[in-house]
Antibody, heavy 116, light 108 residues
C-alpha cells in the first residue's frame, strides 16, 4: 500500500531554516510527480511546490518562491523541502502528496512552527 | 491565477439527507483537472473525485461529481455519519494548483 511519511518539522525562529523529508513506499516513486501542500492552523489548504518524476520540472507558489527548495532522491524514494528565511506565516502542517494534477495520496503531515 | 469559491461555507444536514456542494472558478477550468477532497479533524485530506466526475479508489458511490467550465458540484446522495467533514475543491492549470476555501458539512 502507498505510504508517505513526513519528518523534520519543529519549532524554528523567524529567519531560520528547516528541512522536511518525506519517505515514500508502496509504489514506484520515480514514476510520479510529488508535491508539498501546507495547512495553517484552522485554515485551508495551500499548494507549496511540486517536482516532476525526474526532478527536471519544478514549480513554487509565489508565497515561497526564492525561500523554499524542493528536491527528490529517487534512489532513496525520498522527497525533500528545504525551507529558508522562515516567517511566522509559514507556520503550518506540511503534507507530502503524490500526483501531478491532483494529490491522490497524502502523508500524515509534519508541523512547522515559526515563532520567537 | 484561477480563484476557486466554494458555497455554502457551512452546510447543516442530518444523516440520510442529500448534500450538494458548489465550487465556482474565476476562469474556465479543464474538467480533467478538477478534484474534490474530504478532510476530517486531525487527518490528512483524502481524494474523493478527480477529473470532475471520476471517483478515486475506494470511494463509495454515494459520492458523485459533476460540472464543467466554471461551475462544479460535489453531491453526497445520502449522508452517512462518517461523511461529516470539510470538503475542498482543487484545480490545476498553468502549472499551478489552487484550492477552494472549503465547505464544512456538519450534523444538524
Amino acid at each position: 500500500q502507498v505510504q508517505l511519511v513526513e519528518s523534520g518539522g519543529g519549532l524554528v525562529k523567524p529567519g531560520g531554516s528547516l528541512r522536511l523529508s518525506c519517505a515514500a513506499s508502496g509504489f514506484t516513486f520515480s514514476d510520479y510527480y510529488m508535491s508539498w501542500i501546507r495547512q495553517a492552523p484552522g485554515k485551508g489548504l495551500e499548494w507549496v511546490s511540486y517536482i516532476s518524476s525526474s526532478g527536471s520540472t519544478i514549480y513554487y507558489a509565489d508565497s515561497v518562491k526564492g525561500r523554499f527548495t524542493i528536491s527528490r532522491d529517487n534512489a532513496k524514494n525520498s522527497l525533500y523541502l528545504q525551507m529558508n528565511s522562515l516567517r511566522a506565516e509559514d507556520t503550518a502542517v506540511y503534507y507530502c502528496a503524490r500526483g501531478k494534477y491532483r494529490a491522490d495520496y497524502w502523508g500524515q503531515g509534519t508541523l512547522v512552527t515559526v515563532s520567537s | 491565477e484561477i480563484v476557486l469559491t466554494q458555497s455554502p461555507g457551512t452546510l447543516s444536514l442530518s444523516p440520510g439527507e442529500r448534500a450538494t456542494l458548489s465550487c465556482r472558478a474565476s476562469q474556465s477550468v479543464s474538467s480533467s483537472y478538477l478534484a474534490w477532497y474530504q478532510q476530517k479533524p486531525g487527518q490528512a485530506p483524502r481524494l474523493l473525485i478527480y477529473g470532475a466526475s471520476s471517483r478515486a479508489t475506494g470511494i463509495p458511490d454515494r459520492f458523485s461529481g459533476s460540472g464543467s467550465g466554471t461551475d462544479f458540484t460535489l453531491t453526497i446522495s445520502r449522508l452517512e455519519p462518517e461523511d461529516f467533514a470539510v470538503y475542498y475543491c482543487q484545480q490545476y492549470g498553468s502549472s499551478i494548483f489552487t484550492f477552494g476555501p472549503g465547505t464544512k458539512v456538519h450534523i444538524k
